[in-house]
């Protein structure tokens, strides 16, 4: 049944999300028929709950974080229910006449139906992280109700205001939720009720203490983050009344009264919780005086009375308790007639500025009538419902035990309260519905529709109700609530209209003398209507959040300013710091003698250091002259390639020298459309700085590589692949084994890479029209005398390259290597008789030779899948034919045919995308063509 | 197979065809240095195209020697890829110093 | 012999190579889609047989070419590496089906590419071996290189140089680890060098320690923790939605990387490496997070906001795998995946956003979107901020309550300060976005004579769908939390576990050869 | 016999080095362009001929490699190094960094400004 | 020889560095070519330096690592070749793109946070 | 014929290829002449693509003499300039010269270039446009005149013979 009766608000809002174009009656028919429905379920389970059980029920959500979907329907909660339902079918039915014909009524209501399902949803919670779930989704829907005029700056800054204070609320509960559940070891409300003795003695209680009140002071608007509660009065006068009266706002104490069990009862909360009630009530109650806006009065006095209710539970006397439950009942009907009344005012008369307003008593006769019995109740005046809940506050105020300072500050509170309340309730209504007026208002003032009023005079007939006879009205269902919060300890308490004559009787109608006196005081000394209170809390929070996205900005702009360089930077520098921190710790530390045999330097090695060495300094010499440095870096290349030779490595010479080689053809390619130098870098700082850190970097590596290579060598595994490679991969190039078999996966991502980054290149340049830097003048030039060498060389370096391929298994060569060397007189091709030629001719398909490669090298390591073997498992067959004796079949060689074709396709499209590019139409302007005679021979750039 | 042997000539304790090696080995790394130095020394840009060309050339001599001091032939492959790049290197760099935009 | 295990890698790729074959104009967008979407379906399909086969607990092997673990490469599937193929699966679905909308035809052999990515970091994920790790990390770069830079101009260019020049480096980095690594270690299979780590002699333990620290380096680098995420806000808000989408993803493979290597080489049987590093890691986060936030706060347009969004949640991550306890890693793989869809959904939402406003593209300023574009990017948005920002009852809400709970007693004072604070300061950015994208009218500009028509993008339903989808995942993993957490939780335990993931791997056996 | 080989060998060996030696103080030593090129194309090919060679005799009767593929080498040298330096005179012509003479039969028209390579007639392209 | 290497690997590291640390797209990639040069060798020699064994059976010469060298780093330095070609490759087209796109070789040119691309 | 120019393009070319095959692979078996066969077969018309004049040897017995004289000029060539690189630079007088050609094949040219750069301190430096004439660069030059017949003896008529 309870889940029944929380899906019922949810359910409709969303048959209201998805229906289109629905006549605005039945949205609202719709959207009245959740609360309702609701109501009817909740009498349906009213007798059980009166009878002192506690309806429950529960479903796993997340037993793993202690999460369920657990309902229990106690007294408080059903008190709470029965305000969150009835108020809101009130709401809904004078939301209904509220809206104007081209408001978004079905937005409207169904994210009213999301806020009510989210409030019923968090009283009727079991569990304390699902409280949390319904508690942050109804700062979520007050968010979306707020901002309902989202045109309005107003509303959006009230929105997002009230969101960024409760949802900052919501966390800190949740923290403490989750505090609260490592103390007790579970979230199940029963459990963490029956565990309060634990929680108060065990030592993280401050800790929860605080981040549960941070929730309940944000959501109920305690002061000092109270100044949220106003701002939000941008909404929909239907929303305040119902966010602002009865539910929302008292969510806060509404948690505070269902933990009181767990978290009360000390000192710390007394005092933390009493003062900062007290403040409120103050701070709310003054301000209210100085409103001018009806709907100010209301918030401010709406604070004040909140903060009525957290001191009386901060007092933490059963009485206390009790006396807040029934200020929570009598505030949310007073306060909705009136928040309803205002809105019928707004919507009669235009305006709810009372400095505009007045004389309104003879315009709308029925309408002053319930405003001002409903703000009689406000001031507390007898024979209304808010006299008798303040006659209990006074009473418990007295009745402070042991804490004298506190007796004395929450009485005189008590008593300014009293008169504050006096004061601001007496300006309402005078201001409004006595005096002259309206003034300045144009439009025909009368009577709303009848049914607008409907939901006013049924909450003032409650209010009237209640205050005349107590006992019988509210009696039981009070008990029930106070039974639901105290359980057992429930005091004696008589609910009467006349206790005798009192302290708190005599406190009342002094409250109610001195705030006449108050306000006419004020009026007389001061221009009411002259005084313009700036929110001061609002400024802050203003000035707070500009202060925080300008801080977000400086420190982002100033961190990650989008420059490459200091990515680049900090990647070198953490580098830096990871290999050196090892080493630093260990330094003192004492070290073994490494038992290491150097390796005698082989005879050309001076030569390959020296050359080494000279060209990388000598390319970085020459960086700025950037064709020089490619010429230097050819020597480098020419270098290391040696190096890998000399050490024993021919495969790796060949792939760096053909590497290289293709490299530095697509870096001429690409200076064709690069500037020709790099500017000179003025900052000598910056230059210093830079050294350094390649200082670092290149002494760290040095001595890195240096401590690895003179550590003994584990290479078992190596030794393994040595010894197997002929006998089980038939091969002895072990390099070439390695790569089309032991490790031919990478061989496969590898080329996978490698035809990618074909794709990417001609991706990026296939429709790209670029401008050269400079061009030469005079048509293409033609070389004879190389093109017939090259032509010769052609056929040849055909020959080369399909011996490397084939042979590649058992001496260096191979599939990649071979398709580099098929793609050199390509390339030769390309530069001696141009692009458009070599193309014409021979017609490549570079793409489908990438994706042919490809499906080779994939089919080849599938193969193995059909003989039951996994992915890349080689196979060998000798083949023996009549003539030509054994010709060994191998699957590796079929893999590095896909190596080749991916290869040669890939290169091939590089070079063949780079070298087509056609010129640009509109950037021409930029760039301009080289004088001949002004050439440099330096740098063969124009001078 | 039945292959020829060297004579074996010793020369102050070494062998005369080994301590030449070694030292042609020398004398060519001395012309590599060389032709790095026009490399970087330039000062025109045909003049370091030389000397890289010049730099191929040597390293294919110096890989030879080395295969001799190391009596195997599996530089043979390097020295064949070298002699080819390093035409087609020149052929590269040649042209772009001549059109700037070296496939036309 | 079950081939289940390479079966997320070879799809892709065969769909990769296959679509170079239909991308003529001739064949048509149909065929084009059609082939992408079998194969997306069938790595889709084998990504959710593998959790389920993973979930079974034993460690599942796969010895390509039918070497054993030590001297070839093997795949070794546990329950992490499982999910983080579905959830790469599953996230690639959507933005397929987005880029359906119209970019795959823009962009020049799109279908390759992204088939391609998706081998790349189903390849990550499932490899045992470190340096095929490493190509795998470079063919899912080169992917996104391509997919990043194909059919894009301007501006794109310049943030993908920064992207391309900045991984480049990093690889290069991983190179020299890798170097290290087999310099060291002698080898280059991941259990192999969890092996061997504990017998590390003494005097060359600086050196081990350099090793690990810079493949850590690495792999904090590509997840863009502190100090090293400067790259990744530009390159994710400059990519065409569908490829940010799924680079969402990306960062989460240097996690999982780290994960990984400190599950196997850092563990509790790793012996004087225990735990090295780690103590590094969390104060970056932290830092991270903090500025990561602050960039959420400084965001001038949708899409960094989302970027920075990303870098968020990677840093939470960071938090939650740094303190390495079964709870806070089972918390955080909730985290990741939950992360991956949301962040990838408000990528798409930014997008559409972007799209629906014309000319004044995802600028944090008033202007109005496409009607329909307004209500459903705002409802979306809604939804996605909730639950990034970790607001109940989405699942970040979920993810971040776990964390919060298995946060131990001693970290709890810095660590949920951060989270919470965290979470608070990305609500108010959220905020400020929503509101100032979806709510605040437009001022009333004087109307331009003859000026040139803002051209708003209408709703295209393929986009509005795979938004959606993603979203959906995201509130289906909160409205049953549990079979996703009962998962993650045994993928920590798992991870925790090494030694017995570290026999299962030794004990695997070749088929068809001598062992 | 051997011993004749072997002192071949030697002095193959001396004279190769001794030629690409030149090759190098030519490139360093002479003083313009022109000039430079001459050294290495020539003096290079032909030591690096000896050597190779050599090369082919040593490894001959070491038993290492009992084939004379170097030779492939050699020729490809002899016939790529000429090209070469084709090459390059003609991008250090384009650099106008020597004069050379009027081409015979040509007019007088462009005299100050020496023609270009292909004696500035486009047509023979 | 273990020390020439390294110092080898030292230089081109700290050219390579202080090149990628420029501010214009051409001279990074010059500095990363730099740098893969010397991850090449770094991880080369990360199976020892060893003279003339090549990891090429022979017969009547035993597979062990007496006669021949550590053949893995071989293999994975071909792999990184491959790569870095590949990446280089990309990021010279990429930088050729970005200076048509953007009429300017830095690499932060089009004022890559407030980009034209949303200026309209 | 025509059969024989569709799939046997260049016979020298084919010969070539099978040579250079039988050479690099350093074996001689039935397998390795099939294998070279069929490149010889296959290459050749895939290198016909390029569209070039392919060789045809006009007479190739003034070759064997041309090759002696061609390596004994290469001798003395170099150690002429390695005289003069190793003298006093001042001594030497370079010079640009147009050589005439009379040779019209372009195998024959390029032939010839090599030749000359090859051979006694010149290097060819470029080609005239109407193939008429060679840039010669002189490293020392004494007498143009007895230069370029000497060149026209000694390498221009033995290639027109081999190139007609
Ligand atoms: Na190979
Ligand atoms: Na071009």
Redesign the pocket.
Known sequence: MLELMLALPFVLALVLAILRDAPAKAVAWLAGLAPVLALAVLAWLTPAVMDGQIPRTMHEWLPQAGLAFSLRLDGLGWMFSLMVLGIGALVVLYAYYYLGPREKYRRFFCFLLLFMGSMLGMVLSGNLLLTVVFWELTSISSFLLIGFWFHRDDAREGARMALTITAAGGLALLGGVVLIGRVVGSYELDAVLAAGETIRAHELYPWILGLVLAGVFTKSAQFPVHFWLPHAMAAPTPVSAYLHSATMVKAGVFLLARLHPSLAGTDLFFYVVSTVGALTLLVGAWNAIFQHDMKGVLAYSTISHLGLITLLLGLSTPMAVVAALFHILNHATFKASLFMAAGIIDHETGTRDMRRLGGLRRLMPYTSALAIIASLAMAGIPLLNGFLSKEMFFAQALEIEGHEEMRWFVTIAAFLFATFGVAYSLRFVHDTFFGRGPRAVDQDVHEPPRFMQVPVAILVVACVAVGIAPQWTIGPFLETAARGVLGDALPEYSLAVWHGVNTPLLMSFGGVLCGVLLYLGLKRVLDLHAIVRQSQGRMLFHLNIEALFRLGRRFTHAVANGSMQRSLLWLVLVAIAAGAAPFVAAWGEPREPVAFVSQPMVRLAWVLWWLLVTCALGTLALYRYRLLAVLVMGGCGLAVSMTFVALSAP?LALTQLLVELVTVSLMLLGLHYLPKDSPRLRSLPRRLRDCAVALAAGAGTAGLAWAMMTRPPANAAAAEITARSLPEAWGS?V??VI?VDFRGFDTLGEITVFGIAGLAVHAMLRRARMAPEKVMPGPPIKLPVPADLAQMMFPLTLVVSIFLFLR?HNS???G??AGLTLAVPLLIQYVIQGAASVETRFGFDYIRAIGAGLLIALGTGAAAMLFDRPFLASGHYDLVLPVLGTIPLASAAAFDLGVYLVVFGSTMLILSMMGTLKPSKTMIAHRGTIDPATRSALTGEAS | MNTPELAGIQIFGFGLIETTIGIAMYVVGIAMLLALWRLLRGPTVPDRILALDTLNVTAIAELMLLGMHLQSAIYFEAALIIAMLGFVSTVVLSKYVIRRDIVE | MSHLPILPILIPLLGGALSLFVEHRRIGTVVQRSVAWVFMLATLAASILLALRAHEGPVLVYLLGDWPARIGIALMVDRLSALMVLTTSLLAGACLLHACSGWDRRAPHFHALFQLQLMGLNGAFLTGDIFNLFVFFEVMLIASYGLLLSGGRGVRMSAGLHYVAFNVAASTLFLIALGMVYGVFGTLNMVEIATRVAGIPAGSLPLAKATIGLLLVVFCAKAALMPLYLWLPEAYTRAPAAVAALFVIMTKVGIYSVLRVGSLMLGEDAGPLAGYGWDWMLPAAVAGLALATLGVLAASRLRVLVAYVVLVSATTLFIAFGLRSAGTIAAGLYYLVHSTFVAAALFLIADLVRRGRGDAGDVLRAFPPAPGVRVVAGAMFLVGAVSVAGLPPLSGFIGKTMLLQAIPEADIRWAWPALLGSSMLVIVGLTRAGTRIFWKPVPVLPALPDGPRPVRGQLRLPETIATMVLLALGVAMSVAPGPVTAYTRAAAEQLLAPSTYIDQVRAAMPQGRRP | MSVVWELLLVALLLVGSFFVLMGGIGLVKLSEFFKRLHAPTKASTLGVGCVLTASVGYHLFVGSDPQPRELLIVAFLLITAPISAHLMSKAALSLRMDEWPQLPGKSDEDTHVPPRPDGGDDEGY | MEMAIASGIGVLVFAGVYLVLRARSFDVILGLTLLSYATNLLIFSSGRLVVGKPPVLQEGMEATLANHTDPVPQALV?TAIVISFAMTAVAIVLAMRSRADNDSDHVDAGDVRDGREDRG | MRWRRRFLPSLPLTLAIIVFWLLMVSELNAAQLAMAALLGLVIPLYATRIDREFARFGSLRPLPKLLVVLLWDILMSNVRVARQVLSREERIHSSFIWYPLEIGNIHGITALACCITLTPGTVTAALSDDRRYLLVHVLDLADEAALVADIKRRYECPLMEIFP
């Open positions: 495969d190039n390099v070439n790569l590649g260096p060569g191979g990649f290597i | 071909l």
